[in-house]
């Protein structure tokens, strides 16, 4: 049963970092898809940024330039560096993972963690 578990969320003043961290536990295929989502006061849940086991990242428009997404396999980890903070990047950020390709859907994803609160003002 996989379980993730995200962490780092906070209040940080516009301009400001913050770092999100989760953490997996539980297999899932020796190919993957691990990812960062978020969801917005009013808006619908949206991708941040994915990475998969071999290596390739991708990010939306939104957070290129200014997050770095990583993964630690051996900690089975998921970082989210994110600078230059905005009030408009104050959202619920999701982890989320699965066995197969990535996709900018998060409806593709098996798994899903519980939430970090990320507000910025």
């Known amino acids: 049963h996989v379980q993730l578990v995200e962490s780092g969320g906070g209040s940080v003043q516009a301009g400001g970092s913050l770092r999100l961290s989760c953490v997996r536990s539980?297999?899932?295929?020796?190919?993957?898809?691990v990812g960062w989502f978020r969801q917005r006061p009013g808006k619908a849940r949206e991708a941040v940024a994915s990475?998969?086991?071999?290596?390739?990242?991708s990010y939306a428009e939104s957070a290129k330039g200014r997050f770095t997404i990583s993964h630690d396999d051996d900690a089975n980890r998921l970082y989210l560096q994110m600078r230059s903070l905005t009030p408009e990047d104050t959202a619920m950020y999701y982890c989320?993972?699965?066995?197969?390709?990535?996709?900018?859907?998060?409806?593709?994803?098996?798994?899903r963690g519980q939430g970090t609160q990320v507000t910025v003002s």
């Open positions: 989320a993972a699965t066995g197969g390709p990535c996709s900018w859907l998060g409806t593709d994803y098996a798994f």
């Open positions: 990475i998969d086991s071999d290596g390739t990242i």
């Open positions: 539980g297999a899932i295929s020796n190919n993957y898809c």
